[in-house]
């Protein structure tokens, strides 16, 4: 929950919490946060009093800031309201700091069942104003997933997410200033960057002699499969095993069966 402090520094001002409509295109919240910048005097400011999902991550917070301070480092400067280096437009309120990495500490509680790449995905927009507006390259993204202990992963700062964002928080702006209705834009969906690396194994005389056998005998391996699945399904249901041209076919403790070659090992069978 904000103070009056807060809400006074925040006031006029671009903010992390409310920049991601920007980059998911949702027009209609791009469209009242406009009314509210320009200070519509219709628009009402939505009550968030009555949200659980809200409530349940402001009194979390200081739990969760408090357990990344005992595990990790230090945090600082909670609950300050950080203006932009360069705009005086743009403002972020932090969880917290963390001088050691150095940037900022977001905190949140999500549900349990969600995937987190979509969490990550949904706070990317807000992670990235925060590390903007503190010129960090690195943000802590301390998310507690149901009633499971926090989960943090240090976000490095992406150029080309960050770059874009800022370009439509500027085009933001000038309708703010111009008191003209945004554009619509479109939506700008964000992928982690993978630290997996593309080889080319030419010239690696175990790759070739590998990748020959491979491409030789896939198809064999295609009818081996094939063959293996057959045996399995035309076995009788109540045989324990079953034999015939090479192959037996024996049932386990727990009924599953295995296929496997055999030469003229004993076994009590019943013909069918």
């Given at each position: 929950?904000?103070?009056e402090e807060q809400r006074r520094l925040?006031?006029?001002?671009?903010?992390?919490?409310?920049?991601?409509?920007?980059?998911?295109?949702?027009?209609?919240?791009?469209?009242?946060?406009?009314?509210?910048?320009?200070?519509?005097?219709?628009?009402?400011?939505?009550?968030?009093?009555?949200?659980?999902?809200?409530?349940?991550?402001?009194?979390?917070?200081?739990?969760?800031?408090?357990?990344?301070?005992?595990?990790?480092?230090?945090?600082?400067?909670?609950?300050?309201?950080?203006?932009?280096?360069?705009y005086p437009w743009a403002a972020a309120?932090?969880?917290?700091?963390?001088?050691?990495?150095?940037?900022?500490?977001?905190?949140?509680?999500?549900?349990?069942?969600?995937?987190?790449?979509?969490?990550?995905?949904?706070?990317?927009?807000?992670?990235?104003?925060?590390?903007?507006?503190?010129?960090?390259?690195?943000?802590?993204?301390?998310?507690?997933?149901?009633?499971?202990?926090?989960?943090?992963?240090?976000?490095?700062?992406?150029?080309?997410?960050?770059?874009?964002?800022?370009?439509?928080?500027?085009?933001?702006?000038?309708?703010?200033?111009?008191?003209?209705?945004?554009?619509?834009?479109?939506?700008?969906?964000?992928?982690?960057?993978?630290?997996?690396?593309?080889?080319?194994?030419?010239?690696?005389?175990?790759?070739?002699?590998?990748?020959?056998?491979?491409?030789?005998?896939?198809?064999?391996?295609?009818?081996?499969?094939?063959?293996?699945?057959?045996?399995?399904?035309?076995?009788?249901?109540?045989?324990?095993?079953?034999?015939?041209?090479?192959?037996?076919?024996?049932?386990?403790?727990?009924?599953?069966?295995?296929?496997?070659?055999?030469?003229?090992?004993?076994?009590?069978?019943?013909?069918?």
């Open positions: 929950m904000l103070t925040r006031e006029g001002k671009l903010t992390a919490s409310r920049i991601s409509c920007l980059m998911t295109g949702d027009r209609e919240k791009i469209y009242a946060l406009w009314r509210e910048m320009v200070g519509d005097p219709t628009y009402e400011e939505p009550n968030l009093d009555e949200v659980w999902q809200v409530q349940l991550g402001i009194c979390t917070e200081h739990l969760n800031i408090d357990w990344y301070q005992r595990l990790h480092n230090p945090v600082s400067r909670r609950g300050e309201v950080v203006d932009h280096p360069i309120t932090l969880d917290g700091f963390d001088v050691s990495l150095p940037g900022p500490v977001e905190a949140k509680h999500v549900s349990g069942f969600e995937k987190y790449e979509a969490v990550l995905a949904r706070y990317m927009p807000q992670i990235h104003w925060e590390m903007e507006c503190t010129g960090t390259k690195k943000c802590a993204f301390s998310v507690i997933q149901g009633a499971r202990q926090p989960f943090v992963e240090i976000v490095e700062y992406d150029k080309d997410y960050g770059d874009e964002l800022m370009a439509r928080a500027k085009e933001f702006m000038l309708h703010v200033i111009a008191m003209t209705p945004p554009v619509e834009l479109d939506p700008v969906n964000y992928q982690k960057p993978s630290a997996l690396v593309d080889y080319d194994m030419s010239g690696n005389n175990y790759w070739a002699a590998y990748a020959k056998d491979f491409l030789e005998h896939q198809n064999a391996a295609k009818l081996f499969k094939n063959a293996e699945a057959q045996l399995k399904e035309i076995t009788p249901n109540d045989a324990r095993s079953a034999t015939g041209y090479g192959i037996l076919v024996r049932r386990d403790r727990a009924l599953r069966l295995s296929v496997r070659p055999v030469s003229d090992e004993p076994v009590s069978k019943r013909k069918n």
